[in-house]
């Protein structure tokens, strides 16, 4: 995959920041990779802590009473923790899960919306999610840490742009199971909302994963997303089955679609739809109604 963080037009307009820390900020290729990287160094930082009995002054290990969401310490003053609870996690399954479903759904979602709308799905979805779950928990001693909210926001962005895409999980690690992602998302829903509906108490957060879905859900379709276009399939299907012979002979039919449809699909494949301007959206257009006046 190609890396996102070097996509020329990322980092335009961005000159306050030197070029070694764009080199640095770089290695990571995406912000997929980051937001592992960064949450396996938390969860370090966790375990050493626990490891030399460090709490705080309530007794609380002092890694989730300072970053994990609870209604009475946000009330106090750490304004941080609505962010900073993603990071952290109860175990080594618990993020050992979060990371391998951001992993498998993450790149994909980020590589088609590109880095920046990436960022603010994932960081709204994990808002979302850790505020609804707040809305419920006000008068409650319970802290919320994980990034389900936010991961789970990627599943269903990932599901709302390509539902019919075959998606093959391993349970527990070792059986294979192939659904459709439309069908991988009603699952994670209905997972959810089940104990919501029968009162049943469980140590997941099921609020917060469900502010995360609809937040996945709402961006994506914001951002203009849904279904990928047959038109614009077709367009992709015909650019990269013309070979070098038939270039040579082109009608003007296919002269408009390398002049003018190729560098914009060059770049939505590089940077994502959102990255269009309103020119490339109408010639797009023309390009949909060309398509379906040939098919009649």
């Known amino acids: 995959m190609r890396s996102a963080w070097h996509q020329p037009q990322l980092w335009r307009g961005r000159t306050r920041f030197s070029d070694s820390f764009r080199s640095w900020f770089g290695r990571f290729k995406s912000v997929t990779h980051f937001i592992v990287w960064l949450t396996v160094v938390v969860f370090i930082a966790q375990r050493v802590c626990l490891l030399f009995h460090w709490k705080a002054g309530n007794g609380i290990d002092v890694m989730p009473f300072l970053f994990g969401l609870n209604a009475e310490r946000l009330a106090h003053g750490f304004i941080w923790q609505p962010l900073t609870y993603m990071l952290l996690h109860d175990g080594l399954w618990h993020i050992l899960v979060n990371l391998l479903v951001l992993w498998w759904f993450g790149r994909e979602v980020e590589y088609f919306i590109g880095p920046k709308s990436f960022t603010r799905l994932y960081v709204f979805a994990g808002l979302l999610g850790g505020l ?63 104990p919501l509906l029968t009162h049943q108490t469980t140590n997941v957060a099921h609020l917060a994963h469900l502010g995360g879905a609809a937040l996945g859900y709402v961006y994506i379709k914001a951002l203009g997303y849904g279904v990928t276009p047959r038109w614009l399939l077709w367009l992709r299907n015909l650019k990269s089955h013309r070979s070098p012979n038939s270039r040579a002979a082109t009608t003007s039919h296919e002269e408009y679609i390398r002049n003018e449809i190729d560098p914009i699909l060059d770049k939505i494949s590089r940077d994502g739809m959102q990255s269009l301007t309103r020119r490339e959206r109408k010639v797009l257009e023309s390009a949909k109604d060309l398509m379906q006046k040939q098919q009649r």
């Open 132 to 194: 609804l779950w707040l809305m419920f928990n006000l008068q409650e001693p319970s802290q919320l840490v994980g990034a389900s909210a936010a991961v789970i926001g990627c599943v269903i962005a990932f599901a709302t742009l390509f539902p019919e895409r075959d998606v093959t999980l391993l349970i527990f690690f070792i059986i294979p199971v192939t659904l459709r992602a439309k069908y991988i998302a009603l699952i994670a829903i209905a997972f959810d909302i089940s």
